[in-house]
């Protein structure tokens, strides 16, 4: 029998070639083996993002995921729009999506009963700049929302704009101040909101007391 020779560029390329369909394998088992603990895990992030928009934080996942089911009262992760009950209070959730400087932008907003302020709101992005864009995410930001009114005359007119560069013919009850250094991700946040409320401005008129 001839003996193999393992120095041929033959047995390198089969080599090579065996060990990277081990290794591929490999690769696919085990994300194939974790897929749904990936899933799991993507569905109770997002319903903590919505607990947020309702201003219930800092929740352990065994919390959130009872206090999830204890307060959405219809709508699915992927609706468009939520409903929920608060203390007794019930509230409209409206998924916004859009873009930011480098990247998607989403959130919820919150909105109570008269269909015409914000309860809560929440923000999140994929790769805005870290101490510029990012702070979206901050429970600052997203508190600066609450109470804000949202129609004016008929018309979405709640938004995010640079100081002092708000219409004139806004209150400051109707905006927040853009995040300081990200004029980019701020324009894009306040787009996605006028955009994706006017979107389902129905419902929330169908929602209304």
């Given at each position: 029998?001839?003996?193999?020779?393992?120095?041929?560029?033959?047995?390198?390329?089969?080599?090579?070639?065996?060990?990277?369909?081990?290794v591929?394998?490999?690769?696919?088992?085990?994300?194939?083996?974790?897929?749904?603990?990936?899933?799991?895990?993507?569905?109770?992030?997002?319903?903590?993002?919505?607990?947020?928009?309702?201003?219930?934080?800092?929740?352990?996942?065994?919390?959130?995921?009872?206090?999830?089911?204890?307060?959405?009262?219809?709508?699915?992760?992927?609706?468009?729009?939520?409903?929920?009950?608060?203390?007794?209070?019930?509230?409209?959730?409206?998924?916004?999506?859009?873009?930011?400087?480098?990247?998607?932008?989403?959130?919820?907003?919150?909105?109570?009963?008269?269909?015409?302020?914000?309860?809560?709101?929440f923000?999140?992005?994929?790769?805005?700049?870290?101490?510029?864009?990012?702070?979206?995410?901050?429970?600052?930001?997203?508190?600066?929302?609450m109470?804000?009114?949202?129609?004016q005359?008929?018309?979405?007119?709640?938004?995010?704009?640079?100081?002092?560069?708000?219409?004139?013919?806004?209150?400051?009850?109707?905006?927040?101040?853009?995040?300081?250094?990200?004029?980019?991700?701020?324009?894009?946040?306040?787009?996605?909101?006028?955009?994706?409320?006017?979107?389902?401005?129905?419902?929330?008129?169908?929602?209304?007391?």
């Amino acid at each position: 029998m001839a003996k193999l020779n393992t120095n041929s560029n033959v047995y390198t390329i089969l080599y090579a070639c065996v060990l990277v369909i081990v290794v591929a394998f490999l690769l696919a088992f085990v994300a194939s083996a974790l897929k749904p603990t990936q899933d799991a895990n993507v569905k109770l992030d997002t319903k903590k993002q919505i607990l947020s928009a309702l201003n219930i934080r800092d929740l352990d996942n065994a919390a959130a995921e009872a206090k999830y089911n204890e307060v959405i009262t219809e709508g699915e992760l992927n609706s468009p729009v939520l409903k929920a009950n608060v203390d007794g209070e019930e509230k409209l959730i409206v998924a916004v999506k859009g873009a930011g400087l480098w990247g998607p932008i989403w959130g919820w907003i919150s909105i109570n009963k008269d269909g015409e302020t914000v309860y809560g709101t929440f923000f999140n992005h994929e790769s805005e700049t870290a101490g510029l864009g990012a702070r979206i995410k901050e429970q600052w930001f997203q508190d600066g929302f609450m109470g804000k009114k949202i129609y004016q005359d008929g018309n979405v007119a709640l938004g995010v704009y640079k100081q002092g560069k708000a219409p004139a013919s806004l209150s400051t009850d109707y905006y927040v101040d853009a995040v300081t250094g990200a004029t980019l991700t701020s324009n894009g946040v306040n787009d996605m909101i006028q955009k994706c409320l006017t979107d389902n401005q129905g419902a929330i008129e169908a929602f209304k007391e």
